[in-house]
């Protein structure tokens, strides 16, 4: 099992029919490959963790990567995995601008990070906390 952590910057925001639609290509995508993961989007940057087969993993990043929708992706962490950290989502999907969002317990600490690069530049496993809280808040 493998994992891989990037962040990227919408070429223009993101609607909601857009993030929507986004979401059910990778949704059914991850199911056909066994990948899971979670995708954050605040102010038109996205941060997302696949997890997988490694090269099943690094394939499909690379497809992303070339996706016209978003630019300046990079990776933040990859690395082997015990066992999945996600895996009951094909894809789990928070907007971080949402109010509800806002509300869960634990948010507060992380609200004035940026998804960009330079907030964890110095602490890349920043990133899996942040994750990992959407999962555990459902
Ligand atoms: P096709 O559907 O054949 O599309 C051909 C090309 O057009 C590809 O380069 C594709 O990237 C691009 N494209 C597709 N739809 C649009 C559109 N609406 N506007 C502009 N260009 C478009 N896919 C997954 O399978 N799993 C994921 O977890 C996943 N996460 C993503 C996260 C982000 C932030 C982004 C931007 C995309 C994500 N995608 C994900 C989508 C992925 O980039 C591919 O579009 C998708 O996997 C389909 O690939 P394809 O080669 O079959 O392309």
């Given at each position: 099992m493998?994992?891989?952590?990037?962040?990227?910057?919408?070429?223009?925001?993101?609607?909601?029919?857009?993030?929507?639609?986004?979401?059910?290509?990778?949704?059914?995508?991850?199911?056909?490959?066994?990948?899971?993961?979670?995708?954050?989007?605040?102010?038109?940057?996205?941060?997302?963790?696949?997890?997988?087969?490694?090269?099943?993993?690094?394939?499909?990043?690379?497809?992303?990567?070339?996706?016209?929708?978003?630019?300046?992706?990079?990776?933040l962490l990859e690395e082997s995995l015990k066992r999945r950290q996600f895996g009951e989502w094909s894809m789990g999907f928070r907007d971080l601008n949402d109010k509800d969002v806002h509300a869960l317990p634990g948010f507060s600490q992380f609200m004035n990070k940026a998804l960009v690069a330079d907030q964890f530049r110095y602490d890349p496993t920043g990133c899996l906390s942040l994750l990992n809280l959407f999962r555990d808040g459902k």
């Amino acid at each position: 099992m493998f994992h891989l952590v990037y962040v990227s910057s919408a070429i223009k925001p993101f609607s909601k029919t857009e993030l929507v639609e986004l979401l059910k290509e990778a949704r059914e995508n991850n199911e056909c490959l066994d990948v899971t993961g979670m995708l954050l989007y605040r102010d038109g940057n996205f941060m997302q963790v696949l997890e997988g087969e490694e090269t099943v993993v690094r394939d499909l990043y690379a497809r992303i990567e070339r996706d016209p929708r978003h630019e300046g992706s990079i990776i933040l962490l990859e690395e082997s995995l015990k066992r999945r950290q996600f895996g009951e989502w094909s894809m789990g999907f928070r907007d971080l601008n949402d109010k509800d969002v806002h509300a869960l317990p634990g948010f507060s600490q992380f609200m004035n990070k940026a998804l960009v690069a330079d907030q964890f530049r110095y602490d890349p496993t920043g990133c899996l906390s942040l994750l990992n809280l959407f999962r555990d808040g459902k």
